[in-house]
Structure formats: structure tokens, C-alpha cells
């Protein structure tokens, strides 16, 4: 406390300096027209020559304040001060604390723990069509087991033309959109390759296993997330699985807090440039 009561009166123009505010020109021109005070050093901030007023010691003969720090003979042998513990020390800045900073608007990739200034809302829903939940075929429950013509494949992110009629199967990968036609899958481990392009990359024909039922092994739409369902709240710190849940319903501008700049003060000779 001793060190910080020596430096308080400039705190808030190292303050002003800190947050580019518009007071910092002010200052400055008080300071350079007023000359300063004689005997403190000059400062340059901003290509710009002021200098910079410290506190004087206060110096009383037979009667001492707590901000009389010279001659070092003289200084009290125990600090005036009382310790702080570190959660009294927190209490003691956010009772200066007036409230949160405005709102930003960030991109979501430059959000990561920041704290969210308005609730997301999904715009859509999650998925936002029936999806595979496995490897395999997209059919047609109706044609039950046997043999089966094989499609084009359809795979994850990729929206297909494909249609699957009564006789034929589509390949499917997890969370790829459900082809047209069909209303459920059977896994790969349910079928066996009856037949297959000369270099072996291509499926011809593929024989069902097991029966199977309408909507087995889909995800429906809104499944996951239902559109204009709250995701986030206002106040969550963004992680990042709130960054990539908000990214998954869509958002690519996000209103954030502003996050505030902190200063650390070192004082004293021990303390030297690198």
C-alpha cells in the first residue's frame, strides 16, 4: 500500500493513457503550459514532450503522515498498513467496479473467453434434416431383407440427389442427409457384398441381412437443437464448446463484453528494464 499510495495521483492519467482516452491530449497541454514541476523528470508520450507531476513527500517535524516515505532513517519500522488476504484485496476493486463494459460485436472465432453479451438463439434447427446416425445403407423398411441394387454413396455435408426406390439401397456415412425415398438404415454389419465394380471401389449389389423399421437409426429434424431454442445465455464465459454450439446453429457475429485492460504497477530500484 505504501508503494501504491506513492503513485496514486498519476493512476488516472496512466489510466487515460492505457484506454486511449480523449482526456490524454488535455492533460497534456495543462501539463506543458503549467511547465510542470520543477526538478521531476520529463516523460514522452506519444511523440509528445510534458512532464508528468509526482506527489511530494509531506514532511512535518515531530508529526509523520503515512505518505511521508523520506528520509529512510526516518520511516516507521513496520508497515502503517494492514495486510490484506487476496479475497479481501478482490472485494476492495470490484466495489470500484460500476458495472459491465459496453458490448462488441466480435467475429465467433475471435470470442474464445469472452464473456457473451446476449442470448443466442438457434436459427435453425440442429440437424436441420433427418440424418444417418450410422455407417450404412439408406432403404426402404417395406422391402425387408435381401438383395438390393447399391445407389450412389452419400456422404456427410454433401446434399444428394440420390432417390432410393422399391429394389435399391444408398450408401450412407454417419450424419450424412437421408436420400429421398428412404426411411431408415440398416448398419454394415447387417450386410454382406454380393457384388462390386474390377478394382473393388465401387458397390454393385449388397444383400439386407434384417428387417428393419421406419425412422431406425435417424436422427430427425431438430433432434439435437429445435429452431429458436435458447443455446446460450447471456453472462456464459465462450469456451470452446460454446464457440463451436453457437457456430453449429449458425452464428458468425457475436456480441461480447469488452474486455477490460489490466495494468500491473512494479515500483521500486529492484525493478529494472530487460
Do not use: W
Not at 56 to 74: C, Q, S
Not at 141 to 149: I, L, Q, V
Amino acid at each position: 500500500e505504501e508503494c501504491f499510495s506513492f503513485i496514486a495521483s498519476a493512476l488516472p492519467h496512466a489510466l487515460d493513457l492505457i484506454s486511449e482516452s480523449s482526456r490524454v491530449s488535455h492533460t497534456h497541454s495543462t501539463m506543458e503550459s503549467s511547465g510542470g514541476h520543477k526538478g521531476h523528470k520529463e516523460h514522452v508520450h506519444h511523440i509528445q514532450t510534458h512532464t508528468c507531476p509526482h506527489g511530494h513527500a509531506k514532511m512535518h517535524v515531530g508529526k509523520r503522515t503515512k505518505e511521508d516515505f523520506h528520509p529512510v532513517a526516518l520511516r516507521p519500522r513496520s508497515s502503517p498498513y494492514p495486510l490484506l488476504s487476496v479475497e479481501d484485496a478482490l472485494n476492495v476493486i470490484l466495489k470500484e467496479i460500476s458495472g459491465p463494459l459496453p458490448l462488441q460485436q466480435n467475429s465467433i472465432s475471435d470470442s474464445l473467453n469472452c464473456v457473451l453479451g446476449e442470448d443466442v438463439v438457434a436459427g435453425q434447427p440442429l440437424p436441420p434434416f433427418p440424418a444417418s446416425i450410422k455407417d450404412g445403407y439408406a432403404v426402404l423398411s417395406a422391402d425387408g431383407p435381401g438383395e438390393r441394387d447399391v445407389l450412389a454413396p452419400i456422404t456427410a455435408g454433401r446434399k444428394s440427389a440420390v432417390q432410393v426406390t422399391p429394389g435399391s439401397v444408398a450408401r450412407i456415412t454417419t450424419g450424412a442427409p437421408l436420400p429421398d425415398g428412404a426411411d431408415a438404415v440398416v448398419m454394415v454389419e447387417n450386410t454382406e457384398l454380393i457384388s462390386s465394380s474390377e478394382d473393388g471401389n465401387t458397390e454393385k449389389k449388397i444383400k439386407i441381412l434384417v428387417s428393419s423399421k421406419p425412422g431406425q437409426d435417424i436422427r430427425t429434424v431438430g433432434s439435437d437443437i429445435e429452431k429458436d431454442e435458447t443455446v446460450l445465455e447471456r453472462g456464459t464465459l465462450l469456451g470452446p464448446s460454446e464457440i463451436g454450439l453457437a457456430a453449429a446453429v449458425g452464428v458468425n457475429k457475436i456480441n461480447v463484453y469488452r474486455t477490460p485492460h489490466v495494468a500491473v504497477l512494479s515500483t521500486g530500484n529492484e525493478v529494472v528494464d530487460p
